[in-house]
């Protein structure tokens, strides 16, 4: 599969931004998908998955209650709404995808063991 990320940009604090992550083929029921970020000296984390069948979310104690991962079938996107932003967000924000049943449920916090991904997107949040 072929991810790419958009919807990165300049924000204020307490802003909102929506990235998409849209993939060559259809998701749904088929590949766990997340969202990871990498600041400037920090090593990439995930901030967010979303399963195969679509059930079971995860989201990191940072952004929990501020971001929201959804998936479009529609569009074959996969969404990550991001509200209340603070600069500690600031970061290449990008999506990544394993095929169904190649993650163990310990694993899909792993970014390393994701095998595809999309380049980045840039986000900032600054006054």
Not at 61 to 77: C, E, M
Not at 94 to 107: M, N, P, V
Request: net charge positive; charged share 20%.
């Amino acid at each position: 599969v072929q991810l790419q990320a958009s919807g990165g940009g300049l924000v204020q604090p307490g802003g909102s931004l929506r990235l998409s992550c849209a993939a060559s083929e259809r998701t749904s029921g088929n590949y766990d998908m997340a969202w990871a970020r990498q600041a400037p000296g920090k090593e990439r984390e995930i901030v967010a998955t979303l399963s195969w069948i679509g059930t079971i979310t995860y989201y990191a104690d940072s952004v929990k209650g501020r971001f929201t991962i959804s998936r479009d079938n529609t569009k074959n996107t996969v969404d990550l709404q991001m509200n209340s932003l603070k600069p500690e967000d600031t970061a290449v924000y990008s999506c990544a995808a394993a095929q169904r049943g190649y993650l163990r449920l310990r694993e899909i916090t792993r970014a390393t063991r994701y095998p595809y991904w999309g380049d980045g997107t840039q986000v900032t949040v600054s006054s």
